[in-house]
């Protein structure tokens, strides 16, 4: 047993169930989860093995090895699709992992093919310019496809006119393949209306406690909490530096935390200077520069002690505030919480 650390994601799996509801009463169709890049962090085979629980029999991940993990951790039974598709060489191992690809190119399909086949999926590209055949370009339906795919460029943004051109193409070609599960809407399409759910859903932030247009909504609560503790708390006089290149300058006494986490745990340094914590169940900044290890909070008139916990976020400083505060999303911060940070499951 390693040592314990003093920075850690909680994953309650209990809320990941709860989105997983409140993501199939919305869309009005069947959940198929997204449990790529290790569940965006959280862990793919203890999230995925909940949400089962909960009735999920088909997942998605994104590369061939993230299916055989996943595998290795469900055992037989639900489906995996690989959006990465059937890559030159990989066919043999995705059979003996049964693993399905989302073929996107008629080279993958050939090579799925030659390999003796079976079930796969089908992506077709309606505007994104990513994956996927062109409409024009789509095969003709062929044994063993069970499921035809196409993803949103703007699905957290409503009022994209893109969205319904989108949709409509999905309709016309995916009307091409009767019999095959139509999967339409990632979490923000579950989010755009019925007419956007066909078959199934393909959703992944919103399991994970983000918001469908990359800010907090009440309908999806909050699943992970990045936490640290404070390692040494000191008083700053006026006019003193703290961290690398004099980054933050007291301009009055000030009460500096340090605490356990830095970039190397996912603090991005993109925080400073906008990057807010919890502590004691209210926000207080980060101040100067991140470093790898740790970062310094000011905490001026809190009652702080060595060993409290800073939320860096969680329920107190919501997933889509700390990444617009970093400028970015809640996808890039939820897969950016560092590899030596322990995962804690509860519920
Ligand atoms: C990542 C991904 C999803 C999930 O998207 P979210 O916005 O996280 O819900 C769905 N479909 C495809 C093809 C993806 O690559």
Redesign the pocket.
């Known amino acids: 047993m390693p040592a314990p650390s003093p920075a850690s994601l909680t994953i309650d799996l209990e809320a990941l169930a709860a989105n997983y509801r409140t993501l199939e009463a919305v869309g009005g169709v069947p959940v198929h989860p ?1 449990v ?1 890049a290790d569940a ?1 962090g959280l862990g793919a085979v203890a999230c995925a093995g909940r949400l089962m629980r909960e009735g999920a029999r088909t997942f ?1 991940v ?1 590369r061939t090895r993230e299916g055989e993990s996943l595998r290795a951790g469900l055992g037989p039974g639900p489906a995996i699709y690989v ?1 990465d598709g059937c890559l030159t060489g990989r066919a043999a191992r995705m059979r003996e992992a049964d693993l399905r690809p989302v073929v996107n190119t008629p080279a993958q399909l050939a090579e799925w093919q030659a390999a003796g086949g079976g079930r796969c999926g089908l ?1 077709i590209d309606t505007g994104m310019n990513r ?1 996927g055949f062109r409409a024009q370009d789509a095969p003709e339906p062929f044994d063993g496809l069970d499921l035809v ?1 196409s ?1 949103l460029a703007c ?2 943004a409503p009022s994209e006119p893109m969205n319904g051109r989108q949709r409509e193409a999905f309709a016309l070609t995916a009307a091409r393949y009767p019999g095959t599960v139509r999967s339409f809407a ?3 399409g579950v989010f755009l209306g019925r007419d956007y759910g066909f078959d199934a859903s ?5 399991l994970y406690g ?1 918001g469908p247009e990359g800010r907090p909504d009440p309908r999806i609560r909050p699943v992970a909490t990045f936490a640290a503790e404070v390692l040494q708390v000191r008083d700053v006089p006026a006019g003193e530096s703290v961290g690398y290149s004099r980054g933050f300058v007291a301009d009055a006494p000030r009460r500096i935390a340090t605490v356990a986490a830095g970039y190397a745990d996912g603090v991005l340094r993109s925080y400073s200077p906008r990057g807010q914590v919890g502590v004691r169940g209210v926000l207080r900044p980060i101040t100067g520069r991140i470093s790898m290890d740790v970062c310094a909070v000011d905490v001026t008139g809190l009652d702080v002690a060595v060993g409290d916990p800073v939320e860096l976020f969680g329920p107190n400083r919501m997933l889509d505030e700390a990444a617009s505060a970093a400028g970015t999303v809640a ?1 890039e911060l939820l897969t950016s919480v560092g590899a030596r940070v322990p995962r804690r499951y509860v519920g």
């Open positions: 997204v790529k965006y998605f994104a959006l992506q994956l795919l993803h699905a957290d990632n979490s923000g393909r959703p992944g932030i919103c983000g996808w």
